[in-house]
């Protein structure tokens, strides 16, 4: 993908004032000693015990929590399976779909909540990101669907690019059973969807924004939905969607279905959960607050000139095959978006400032290897599940270490091993 003649031009350039070195076989060492400089032992803060703390603003991450050597996959203890997919009560047709698919056997949130769901139940999954937890709910959704034609229901996500994902995953799960699905976001001309939502989908999947709209206008109709899927709720209310979510299921039908999936469980959760959920049944599936399976260090960079020549040396090594890279601002990533394709990389952008077609362009071709570096910002990033990430690059740092979590997931999915680098001053 890189273009190795421009690099020529550009290595006088390459980092100069900073303490990273590109090693033989690519991965930097863990940079155990010393305290990057934008640490500040002059005003540790209150509740950080002593510990020093980062000083950008907003930041409170001890720069220790990017470091971390991935646990060999071999070491961690398989999890065991209760059911096949075969054993599951649903329709023929879906486990055939699923064998296409490639699914063997079920991951550790779908073999507990696909029983609970197909006997009706209200599920709270805690489930990180990579746990399989959209096939969780879709497979007994589909037979339910499937089943009882008359079934609808509705998936209420945080941003458009899940709400795509999981309308892919729909199709692969049910297909050749006559369903439909719509997807219903923001960035999009309301045409189109107004038009499938009058023919009456099998699948809703939208962001509240608009879901919330059409509802208004009267195009959508939540009565006719017997279930809901809340998924990565906690992202929504973090995102403060927590009013429209409110507003949409106190006008669906009861009794219904509810289930809900998040990463973390929060007060706000509980509340909501309470609210709208009937005797709802945990089922945790987190499989710890850190990724074992992603090799994650911290490059340090001197001034923000020697960054982007730092970055420019990492993306030209030939490991770093398939990378995400992480940035703060819409502009900031425009802009390095920009710039590494100046420098011969082929780049694209993913942020809010774009419009909804030209963020799926660029993840279709980020999907499709047919660029090989995609620059995103956090909200545009959430939920993605783009398989065979080789980096997760933080070149910015996240706002929060569950917004990290959430960033290097992006990698080391479904098995897979996955670096995360994190720049660091
Ligand atoms: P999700 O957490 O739903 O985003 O899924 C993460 C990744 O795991 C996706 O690439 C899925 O296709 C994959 N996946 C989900 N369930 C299974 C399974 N039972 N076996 C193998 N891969 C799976």
Redesign the pocket.
Known sequence: MYNRNFRNSSRSRFAKGSSFRPQAGGFPRPQSGGLPRAYSSASPRAGSRGRRVFTNPGLRINVNRFINRATPQEAVAPYNAIHRFQDFAIHQTIKQNITRVG?????AI?DQTIPLILEGKDVIGVAN???????AFLIPLIHKAATFRQEKFLVIVPTRELAHQIQDEFVRFSQTLGLSSVVIIGGMGMGNQIRALRRNPTAVIGTPGRLKDLIERKVLYPSNYRTVVLDEADRMLDMGFITDIRFMLALLPSPRQTLLFSATLSSEIDALTRQFQNNPIKISAVTGVTPSAIDQNIVRFGTEESKVELLHDLLKQSEFEKVLVFGQTKHGVERLSKDLNERGFKAASIHGNKTQSARQKALNLFKQNDISILVATDVAARGL?I?HVSHVINYDIPASYDDYVHRIGRTG??GNTGKALTFVR
């Open positions: 699914y063997e056997t079920p991951t779908q990101t990579g746990t399989g937890k959209t096939a599940d398989p999915r479904a």
